[in-house]
């Protein structure tokens, strides 16, 4: 009886593995073949012509590493000064308790509540408009969970015995921090803010209120001007183009460019996060 409760187990959970890749599969496969026929140079280096209808997206994927670099910037530095903080120097259990149901909170707050917030603080209140700026902050807030938990794992992988030779050499605790520890926990660090990258460049909802554009003729020339992207181009050519005969295949094909783009993020993730482990 017991054996067969184990073989039904394991059964069980290799259905379920090939559920979610068989899930993956035709997800991939249904974009692809409905996008890979109009993948060509031009549609990746050209602007958008006739009412979307012909021409490439270049400037969405402009406004994506834009976008996504832009958060990143922003929220790197708050995410691992938290991290450190709350392995390094944080003493009080209910302070850090409070600050992580925070970070859970934030985590599991739906995009689109952040892109209402980008609205009503950074296009509205501060002013920015919907520009890369606003779409950037906005973004970084909704990663910022990824950076401290991928941050917070990687110091506290840091063995504790070269925090000790630090200290017992003279050091102070900052500069053990800076100089030991943030170092050494340094491709940890860069996995969790790649991986950021790759959940800020498929977001819609967020720069849907304070950043993106249907069309625009030209490459943003600041942080204060409005940006195409390749999420929010999907969304507007499959809702809002009125000639869908010509705009749902570029829509696919956008669609394509995107899951490369985040697979091929998420996999340099996967590479990098390998070579920390060999590393310790």
């Known amino acids: 009886m017991r054996k067969a409760v184990e073989i ?10 090939l559920f979610a890749l068989l899930s993956l599969f035709l997800i991939l496969f249904f974009i692809f073949i409905n996008g890979i026929k109009v993948i060509s140079p031009s549609f990746l280096f050209d602007f958008p012509r006739k009412a979307m209808t012909e021409g490439g997206i270049f400037p969405a994927i402009v406004g994506t590493f834009l976008l996504s670099l832009g958060a990143v910037f922003f ?23 409070l600050i992580r149901i925070g970070i859970n909170n934030l985590a599991g707050t739906p995009s689109v509540v952040f892109g209402l917030f980008g609205l009503a ?36 992988s840091v063995p504790r015995e070269l925090r000790e030779a630090s200290l017992a050499l003279g050091a102070t605790r900052w500069q053990t921090v800076k100089n030991v520890v943030l170092p050494s926990a340094l491709p940890g660090i860069l996995t969790g803010a790649i991986l950021g990258v790759g959940r800020a460049a498929g977001e819609t909802a967020p720069i849907l209120f304070t950043a993106a554009t249907f069309y625009t003729a030209h490459l943003p020339r600041s942080l204060f001007d409005e940006v195409m992207a390749l999420p929010y181009h999907i969304y507007a050519l499959m809702t809002e183009g009125t000639f869908p005969e010509k705009q749902v295949p570029i829509a696919f094909g956008t669609a394509v ?24």
């Open 257 to 280: 460019v995107l899951l490369l783009l985040v697979l091929g993020i998420n996999s340099f993730a996967i590479w990098l996060r390998y070579r920390r482990r060999r590393a310790w």
């Open 121 to 156: 603080v950074f296009v509205k209140l501060l002013g920015f408009g919907v520009s890369v700026l606003s779409g950037s902050l906005t973004l970084g807030i909704l990663i910022l969970p990824v950076i401290i938990r991928a941050s917070e794992e990687a110091i506290k």
């Open 75 to 97: 929220s790197l530095p708050l995410g691992v000064m938290t991290a450190v903080y709350l392995t390094e120097y944080a003493t009080s259990r209910r302070i850090v308790k």
């Open 8 to 17: 039904g187990g394991i059964a069980f959970c290799l259905i379920s593995v």
